[in-house]
């Protein structure tokens, strides 16, 4: 009985997680992001890994005042970053070399003209929330058992 109701569990009864990785699923099969993008090196992995305020976080309509904590597919969640880093590559690659990457040594002009290259910056969080925007399940919809 517990495995037939975890094999329907994503179906019929789904969890925030399921809802929110839908929704994701989602927004990477829109035309921007369905791509076959260039796989991530190791080095640019281990610089997506490292804490920190990534560019285009700053921007006004992204807010991170809330954390949420969500089990995704580790794939899908590749996937996504993937795509944000690649398209947002040639703004990252000028922020950087303007010397604009450490926002701590930054004035208050140079923030503001690394907060507007951010602006065409991409983030994974970015991705996540244009899903949920776009693809939240309503009750007619019925989510795909993958």
């Not at 604009?100 to 003209?113: D, V």
Request: charged share 25%.
């Amino acid at each position: 009985m517990r495995v037939q109701a975890a094999l329907r569990r994503r179906t019929e009864w789904p969890t925030e997680d399921h809802l929110v990785e839908a929704c994701l699923l989602g927004r990477m099969a829109e035309p921007d992001l369905d791509r076959d993008w260039v796989p991530l090196t190791e080095e640019e992995r281990a610089e997506l890994s490292l804490p920190g305020m990534w560019p285009g976080s700053e921007r006004p309509d992204e807010d991170f005042s809330t954390p949420c904590a969500y089990t995704l597919n580790h794939d899908l969640i590749w996937r996504a970053r993937t795509a944000a880093w690649r398209i947002s590559e040639p703004w990252i690659n000028q922020i950087l070399a303007q010397g604009l990457g450490n926002l701590r040594t930054l004035s208050e002009e140079r923030r503001e003209q690394r907060a507007a290259l951010g602006a065409n910056v991409l983030t994974f969080g970015a991705i996540v929330r244009e899903g949920i925007s776009s693809h939240w399940p309503t009750k007619a919809t019925q989510l795909s058992p993958e």
